[in-house]
Nanobody, 128 residues
Framework: DVQLQASGGGLVQAGGFLRLSCTASGFTFDDYAIGWFRQAPGKEREGVSCIGSSDGSTYYADSVKGRFTISTDNAKNTVYLQMNSLKPEDTAVYYC?????????????????????WGKGTLVTVSS
């Protein structure tokens, strides 16, 4: 049974930081992409950042480049999203998701419609 357990959301002022964690279990992909997506009210779910398991390659949405960092702790089966310099427009429910990696280009493995498994979201609210 695949489980993705996300945590770390909360309320923070603009300019602040948060670290999201997602602990994964139960999937047996040899090579996979895992990452973070977000959905703001009235907007589509979008890929924020993903990391490839075999080569550690990363993808970041343009809106978060230079502010967010994705990382993994393989011993803990956990993926993190360090979010710095948060902006009010980062306010959203953040989801962790994973899929078998099919494309060399990590971006193509980091699209919401292609993800195989999802965790429950964690709310991030950034006040101005």
């Amino acid at each position: 049974d695949v489980q993705l357990q996300a945590s770390g959301g909360g309320l923070v002022q603009a300019g602040g930081f948060l670290r999201l964690s997602c602990t994964a279990s139960g999937f047996t992909f040899d090579d996979y992409a895992i990452g973070w997506f977000r959905q703001a009210p009235g907007k589509e779910r979008e890929g924020v950042s993903c990391i490839g398991s075999s080569d550690g390659s990363t993808y970041y949405a343009d809106s978060v480049k230079g502010r967010f960092t994705i990382s993994t702790d393989n011993a803990k089966n956990t993926v993190y999203l360090q979010m710095n310099s948060l902006k009010p427009e980062d306010t959203a429910v953040y989801y962790c998701a994973t899929r078998a990696r099919y494309y060399d280009n990590l971006y193509l493995n980091c699209r919401a419609f292609g993800m195989a498994y999802w965790g429950k979201g964690t709310l991030v609210t950034v006040s101005s």
